[in-house]
């Protein structure tokens, strides 16, 4: 059973940074496309950024608008298998549920249903 756990949430003032962590169990992160996503109380889940099993990278999602604008640094950590997202500059805006997510075949999207493994989430706040 594929198993991703989240880490690494927390609140902070505007400007401040985190960094999110997302260990996965029973697969190797190298293999495959994992994302990281976000939803704020009543807006759509979007993605923040993504890393596919090539290494490409991909920020933001075009069907929100949202732009990471350079703040946001996602990678993989081979010995940890995991997927980590590292958040400078963080904004009011950026107040969400952070979700891990992982697809076994083909390469990343940005729609959440393309996705059929996900973990719990951590709540990232931050205040003006």
């Known amino acids: 059973q594929v198993q991703l756990v989240e880490s690494g949430g927390g609140s902070v003032q505007a400007g401040g940074s985190l960094r999110l962590s997302c260990v996965a169990s029973e697969i190797d992160v190298r293999e495959y496309c994992v994302a990281w996503f976000r939803q704020a109380p009543g807006r759509e889940r979007e993605r923040v950024a993504s890393?596919?099993?090539?290494?490409?990278?991909?920020?933001?999602?075009?069907r929100t608008g949202f732009s990471v604008g350079g703040r946001f640094i996602v990678s993989k950590d081979n010995d940890k298998n995991s997927l980590d997202l590292q958040m400078n500059n963080l904004k009011p805006d950026d107040t969400a549920m952070y979700y891990c997510?992982?697809?076994?075949?083909?390469?990343?999207?940005?729609?959440?249903?393309?996705?059929?493994?996900w973990g719990q989430g951590v709540q990232v706040t931050v205040a003006a």
């Open positions: 997510a992982t697809r076994m075949f083909g390469g990343c999207y940005r729609q959440p249903d393309e996705y059929p493994y």
């Open positions: 890393i596919s099993r090539s290494g490409y990278k991909e920020y933001g999602d075009s």
